[in-house]
């Protein structure tokens, strides 16, 4: 048990001196008072009969000898020898539930350069005192001026249920001068909803090791000047938010449970307070309402948030609904790159929005850093008479769309302009829906029209049967330089893709189903229906593998004349009933290897245009006017494929081989290539030699 025997006074006595000269003067006393600083013990009220002089944890035998104090109005603080003086500690050890009456609060901490530990566990007490609110007292720890806040240290508490602020540095609310205040191991729990954790003024501060359970929803930590103020590893937690239609009755209508959710879409608050980085905000049930502030149907103002539409777990919709009534320009809307930033939408159904379902504006810069990502989202009808409507509009670098069903749009279904984008398991249907009133090149099902370096396009299916013209899916690398992505990265993906367009004659020019001019891109294992060219390659050193091709007007695969560098790689396609040219190898300067394709019904089977260098062999043509031309090579398959499907298959699964079709293990594989490693078109990996075509052999199949 400690026991002190004398002490010294105050070290700064009243010397009314401020500023730098009084942190000096603390300092030094705070240094002197290293080797004789005291230590001091409070206990709740109750835990003894007598009330001792504090210098002991133990009860007194007799009122004022040594022992602890009881009740923390008991602490003595700064009036000489017996009270807690700068360098003193001052342990409070067990559960207190009183309160200073002149301050409401638990415990007021008056003594500069003094520590309040509630660590008692050296005299038999709990590793952390605990301060609970008796109902009407506003803080846990609290001191007022500058001459009492000064250098101060409190430790090892847990602080509960106080409504105002969990611990107060007041410092005379002087946000210019020195504090010095530091907290450690502090433990809120169960502020009140409005409560802030710890609020002070001052500078030099530090507080670490912090912890914030229960129901605090605002500034956990607010802090004068906020910057360069507090330093503090606390990092806010994420909540999770509510809102529902307008003119609901919701209690509180403050947004933290569903049923006291915000009320209506227009009245979300976005602050540090509110909905605010890393949070979720549950959107529940049908809306009609719109943000006139943007005309959307939700607008977005935080970073990082994640909206969400599925509120099935509160007895609500599994996907919110959000209709235009007529006069909203767009369903979910974020403005600048600083909102728009991480944000993800989730679990939607949006309906006859009147310029775009989803609009992602980000300061209309396409070399902002986006990160957005929206998933499970359904859009209909985002058509107008007067606007070129997209279903979803964007820009940025870095953005995820997952699981997007579009129906109907009057311009493209999605139209991104910015690098890593990429689009999956997606469907699009009817663009350039019933549009009359603009140049017919509109209408995309995907189109990233700018910078689009590095994209992902795999697994979607674009319905394009309503308009003989424009892509189904578009990488539009700058806009003018063929054969540059407009980055520094390159590189493309179309993967597994379905394009349909109607099969009718007399295409634009234009519709190009599948078209990159990005460096390096991938077409893999697609399926295309219709359009004037299949597949249009225009960047450099491009890969076209396992696709099937049926019905161009044009060209089934084109690897473009314009492209003057790099090596393309064409092998193990089907092409069927281009008007034109089954395979058109283009490009002086660049170099082609072509192997293990198949052309049916077509004009020619295989060109070589602008003197491209070609390495080919194993391909096969049939029933063609002309099997190649322009010094393409000789073909050495030229029998009935015999597709599974008969002779004019209409879907990929007609293209399977039979038994006795001639391109069975008639193929090579590419030396020093791995186009015998990669799968085919529906993941089976080639036998060695490989079948010619976009499937390899099953016997299943016959």
């Known amino acids: 048990m400690e026991h002190h025997h004398g002490r010294r006074g105050n070290c700064l006595g009243g010397w009314e001196v401020y500023g730098i000269m009084r942190a000096l003067l603390l300092l030094l006393c705070l240094l002197s008072a290293q080797a004789s600083g005291l230590t001091f013990f409070v206990r709740p009220n109750g835990a003894c009969v007598n009330n001792g002089n504090g210098t002991a944890y133990g009860c007194a035998a007799t009122p004022g000898a040594v022992g602890a104090w009881i009740g923390t109005t008991q602490a003595l603080y700064n009036g000489g020898a017996g009270t ?10 067990g559960t207190f539930t009183e309160e200073d009456s002149t301050t409401n609060a638990a415990l007021t901490a008056q003594t500069p350069g003094s520590i309040l530990d509630g660590d008692c566990t050296g005299s038999g007490g709990s590793a952390q005192a605990t301060l609970n609110s008796a109902g009407s007292d506003n803080y846990g720890i609290y001191c007022i001026t500058k001459a009492e806040c000064e250098g101060q240290t409190w430790r090892n508490f847990i602080i509960a249920g ?81 809102v529902r239609p307008v003119t609901g009755s919701y209690g509180a209508a403050d947004g933290w449970t569903y049923a006291t959710a915000y009320d209506g879409t227009a009245s979300v608050v976005y602050d540090a307070s509110n909905v605010t980085s890393g949070d979720t905000l549950k959107v529940c049930g049908e809306f009609t309402e719109q943000d006139s502030s943007s005309n959307a149907g939700i607008f977005s103002q935080s970073s990082s948030v994640v909206l969400d539409g599925d509120c099935s777990s509160d007895g609500d919709l599994s996907d919110a609904i959000i209709n235009a009534a007529g006069t909203a320009n767009y369903g979910i809307y974020c403005n600048t790159a600083a909102e728009c930033l991480g944000q993800t939408w989730k679990h939607f159904v949006i309906n006859d929005m009147v ?8 300061d209309l810069n396409e070399n902002a850093v986006s990160n957005f990502t929206a998933t499970d989202i359904k859009i209909n009808d985002s058509v107008s008479a007067t606007l070129g409507t997209y279903a979803i509009e964007g820009r940025g670098s870095g953005a995820t769309f997952t699981y997007i069903t579009t129906n109907r749009s009057t311009n493209d279904s999605l139209h991104w302009e910015g690098d890593n984008l990429t689009v999956t398991d997606s469907t699009f249907n009817y663009p350039a829906y019933n549009e009359t009133s603009f140049n017919p090149e509109v209408g995309d099902c995907v189109n990233c029209d ?71 891109t991938r077409f893999l294992r697609n399926f295309v229906s219709g359009g004037a060219f299949g597949i249009y390659a225009l960047g450099a050193s491009s890969i076209v593998d396992g696709n099937i091709l049926v019905g161009q007007t044009n060209r089934g695969i084109d690897v473009v004349d314009t492209t003057t560098t790099g090596n393309k790689i064409v092998t193990n396609n089907t092409v069927m009933g281009a008007d034109s040219q089954c395979f058109h190898i283009g490009g002086a300067g660049n170099t082609a290897e072509v192997y293990n394709n198949s052309a049916v019904d077509c004009d020619t089977g295989y060109v070589k245009n602008a003197t491209p260098t070609i390495t080919q062999s194993n391909n096969a043509v049939y029933n063609s006017t002309t099997n190649e031309s322009g010094g393409f090579g000789t073909i050495e398959v030229t029998g009935n494929p015999l597709f599974v499907g008969g ?20 193929g090579t594989c590419i030396p020093g ?6 799968p085919d078109y529906r993941g089976y990996r080639a036998r ?11 016997a299943g199949d016959n």
């Open 84 to 93: 807690v003086q700068t360098g003193d500690t001052l342990r409070v050890c």
């Open 162 to 242: 106080y409504p105002t602020y969990g611990v107060y540095i007041a410092n005379d609310f002087d946000s210019a001068d020195a504090v010095n205040w530091t907290g450690t191991n502090l433990d809120f729990q169960s502020l009140g909803n409005s409560a802030q954790a710890i609020r002070g003024f001052g500078t030099g501060a530090t507080a670490t090791d912090i912890t914030i359970t229960g129901s605090v929803r605002t500034v956990a930590i607010s802090w004068f000047p906020a910057s360069g103020g507090l330093t503090t590893d606390y990092v806010r937690p994420s909540y999770t938010w509510y």
């Open 355 to 362: 310029s775009a379902g989803l609009y992602i504006r980000a």
């Open 450 to 520: 700018d910078q689009c370096d590095n994209f992902n396009f795999s697994r979607n299916v674009c319905n394009h049967t309503n308009a003989s013209k424009k892509q189904c899916f578009i990488a539009d690398g700058d806009g003018s330089v063929i054969g540059d992505g407009g980055g520094t990265d390159d590189n493309g993906l179309m993967a597994d893709n379905y394009c349909y367009f109607p099969l009718v004659t007399g295409y634009s020019s234009i519709t190009k189903p599948l078209y990159s001019d990005v460096p390096n």
């Open 647 to 666: 002779t004019s298959p209409t879907t990929a699964a007609g293209f399977k081989l039979t038994a006795g079709s001639p391109l069975r293990r008639a």
């Open 673 to 678: 290539n791995i186009q015998c490693i990669r």
């Open 688 to 698: 060695i030699p490989p079948d010619i075509g976009a499937y390899q052999y099953d």
